[in-house]
């Protein structure tokens, strides 16, 4: 019955997760996987259902103490106006015969029921903030008192030609924490939890203090693998970021960094956490993060276009929207390229999967990478940046958006 319960309030709250409404809706999903993770538990249901009788045993009596039968109604109040009375419809006189069969139609356990509903609903909502561990570095600290329970995605994860709409997800997926998945804050402090990082990394910047380094007057960027210096913080600023810290940019500041990429077809995947300023969140165009040279199709990155993230191929036509809109919270993208198809994740959920523009193999450049544009400016902060020399498995991507959301920095 719970799980019949549990799935038919799903369905209906997720109608909602694509309007106006999404982020009550997706805090909705969360607070009744957590009721249900509960309500599964022998103990805790144990405890529910104790509370519960509690309060039928009791509501009865409440509700009819005054003896008669009837329930108590508030009168409605009498306007102090004196020049102007309100006309109200009498009651309809009722024989003493109906009286008796209308008493016996009101039974006290109807009330009861309703009133156990409204029980239900706040002990699963006691229930799920009183069981969750509270720590003084913020919500995305300890989850290991934390039950299992359902985490339940914005966007689904089938394949989306370009241009198409993301369709709500068709199911619920599991995790170990039950906290929220479909949108991210700045983070408060750096968790000591260590997740190990999907292996083929190229490149990974985090932005921590211990990967700055000041040498004649200016500030390198160093690799976390120990490949040593592969930027210069020639523009921009380091400032609260996602985890830990991150790279603010605004208008025309970009950074280089050095190194090789993987280019032509070959595999690879992008990943970061980014945030847009809101004078940036409609721009006609913004060069997020992307390396490769400037010709159709030589580029591999991330853009936004007219307020849409895209996937930055370089050329009219081949930078492809996931119509996915921008908005100023963070969020983890992945761009990933098998040979074939180029992939988009958002927040670990598939939004693009297509052939490029020219239905040919891409021909990516392997260099130069930068992160922002001094044309197509971008307004925003980036954090946790990793290049892959293969594609990463769907897994992997949220893995990766996990590590962010439960404040776990990458490791190598």
Same mark, same amino acid.
């Given at each position: ?32 996987? +957590? ?81 156990? +509903? ?10 799920? /903030? ?16 934390? #039950? ?9 994860? !089938? ?18 924490? !039950? ?51 592969? !930027? ?32 032509? +077809? ?5 990943? +970061? ?30 853009? *936004? ?5 895209? /996937?930055?191929?370089?050329? *009219? ?7 996915? #809109? ?29 052939? #490029? ?19 197509? *400016?971008? !307004? ?18 949220? *893995? ?13």
């Amino acid at each position: 019955m719970i799980e019949a319960a549990f799935y038919r309030q799903i369905a209906y709250v997720r109608t909602y997760q694509l309007g106006p409404h999404s982020d009550l809706s997706q805090k909705t999903l969360n607070e009744i996987a +957590a009721a249900r993770a509960c309500l599964s538990e022998p103990t805790e249901k144990a405890a529910y259902d104790e509370e519960l009788r509690r309060h039928i045993r009791t509501c009865g009596a409440a509700e009819y103490a005054d003896g008669s039968g009837h329930r108590a109604v508030d009168a409605p109040p009498v306007s102090s106006d004196t020049t102007e009375l309100a006309v109200v419809p009498a009651e309809p006189i009722v024989s003493a015969r109906h009286q008796k069969q209308i008493h016996r139609e009101r039974r006290p356990w109807r009330v009861c029921a309703a009133l156990g +509903a409204a029980a239900v609903l706040l002990t699963l909502l006691l229930s799920l /903030f009183l069981s969750r561990p509270r720590s003084d570095t913020g919500t995305a600290s300890k989850h290991a008192e934390t #039950p299992r329970s359902e985490v339940v995605p914005a966007i689904s994860n !089938a394949p989306v030609e370009a241009g198409a709409e993301p369709k709500p997800a068709g199911g619920g997926l599991t995790s170990d924490d !039950a906290q929220i998945v479909g949108g991210s804050g700045a983070s408060s402090s750096l968790s000591e939890d260590h997740q190990p990082m999907p292996t083929g990394a190229k490149l990974v910047l985090t932005f921590e203090p211990n990967t700055l380094t000041s040498k004649d007057g200016k500030t390198e960027i160093r690799d976390i693998r120990g490949n040593g210096q592969v !930027a210069i913080l020639s523009a921009g600023q380091i400032v609260p970021g996602k985890i830990g810290d991150a790279l603010s940019l605004d208008d025309g500041e970009r950074i280089g960094i050095t190194g090789d990429y993987p280019s032509g +077809a070959a595999p690879r995947t992008f990943a +970061a956490w980014i945030r847009a300023h809101p004078k940036g969140v409609a721009r006609s165009f913004q060069g997020v993060a992307y390396y490769g040279p400037g010709r159709v199709e030589g580029r591999f990155g991330i853009a *936004t276009v007219r307020g849409k993230w895209y /996937f930055y191929g370089w050329g *009219t036509g081949h930078d492809l929207s996931t119509n996915v #809109p921008v908005d100023t919270e963070w969020h983890h993208h992945a761009v990933a390229y098998d040979g074939k198809n180029i992939l988009y994740y958002y927040d670990a959920q598939l939004v693009l999967n297509t052939l #490029p523009r020219s239905r040919r193999p891409l021909n990516t450049g392997s260099r130069p990478a930068f992160l922002g544009s001094p044309m197509a *400016t971008f !307004a925003g902060c980036i954090d946790e940046i990793a290049i892959f020399d293969r594609v990463l498995e769907p897994e992997e991507v949220r *893995t990766l958006f996990e590590m962010g959301e439960r404040n776990r920095p990458l490791r190598p």
